[in-house]
T-cell receptor
Framework: DSGVTQTPKHLITATGQRVTLRCSPR?????VYWYQQSLDQGLQFLIQ???????AKGNILERFSAQQFPDLHSELNLSSLELGDSALYFC?????????????FGEGSRLTVL | AQSVAQPEDQVNVAEGNPLTVKCTYS??????LFWYVQYPNRGLQFLLK??????LVKGSYGFEAEFNKSQTSFHLKKPSALVSDSALYFC???????????????FGKGTKLSVIP
């Protein structure tokens, strides 16, 4: 158990809808990262938050947004969903204040868009 | 920009034989290198990392990896494969020169390891 909690584990929805994925980082970790895993694209970095502020942005679509709350949990919002958004979405967290620490991943949220 | 290549989509090895999963990287500065394993329907689990120092890094579950700066490689190895090692393996890199506080990893596409009984 990595200590990173993601909900929901599975989500099935229709095209055009909006969903919210939630992540609670490990106790004490201030950084949260979101990744998307799909068969054709592999693991793609979406966005990173550090102590409530956006720190880095990767291949995140404009239809997607994220935020990190004062209690450090994070939410990834996916809107106007398309079939191609079906993927496994991972949250990860890392030790505060170091660039050499590994990321700790949650179990993921599997999104299916029908 | 940083990138990672895992040239083999799949590696098959007989139980008890040594295994190698290949990884090459590209960064503008010096790299931090990582290996993760993903079992079916699970998240990624950290195996080992190279930061600096000895080129041979030992990690979890008997795995080790060899850093080769001249070949920009970081191959994952294990002397004797187990059926339970069957999983998806990811190599990842972080550039030491990444922007302050920007510590995300760039992952390879993964290599599926199948250990045959």
């Amino acid at each position: 158990d990595s200590g990173v909690t993601q909900t929901p584990k599975h989500l099935i929805t229709a095209t055009g809808q909006r969903v919210t994925l939630r992540c609670s980082p490990r106790s004490g970790d201030l950084s949260v990262y979101w990744y998307q895993q799909s068969l054709d694209q592999g693991l793609q970095f979406l966005i990173q938050y550090y102590n409530g502020e956006e720190r880095a942005k990767g291949n995140i679509l404009e239809r997607f947004s994220a935020q990190q709350f004062p209690d450090l949990h994070s939410e990834l919002n996916l809107s106007s969903l398309e079939l191609g958004d079906s993927a496994l979405y991972f949250c990860a967290s890392s030790v505060v204040g170091t660039s050499i620490g590994e990321l700790f991943f949650g179990e993921g949220s599997r999104l299916t868009v029908l | 920009a940083q990138s990672v290549a895992q040239p083999e989509d799949q590696v098959n090895v007989a139980e008890g034989n040594p295994l190698t999963v290949k990884c090459t990287y590209s960064v503008s500065g010096n790299p931090y290198l990582f290996w993760y394993v993903q079992y079916p329907n699970r998240g990624l689990q950290f195996l080992l990392k190279y930061i600096t120092g000895d080129n041979l890094v030992k990690g979890s579950y008997g795995f080790e990896a060899e850093f080769n700066k001249s070949q920009t490689s970081f191959h994952l190895k294990k002397p004797s494969a187990l059926v339970s090692d069957s999983a998806l393996y990811f190599c990842a890199v972080r550039d030491m020169e990444s922007g302050a506080g920007s510590y995300q990893l760039t992952f390879g596409k993964g290599t599926k390891l199948s250990v045959i009984p």
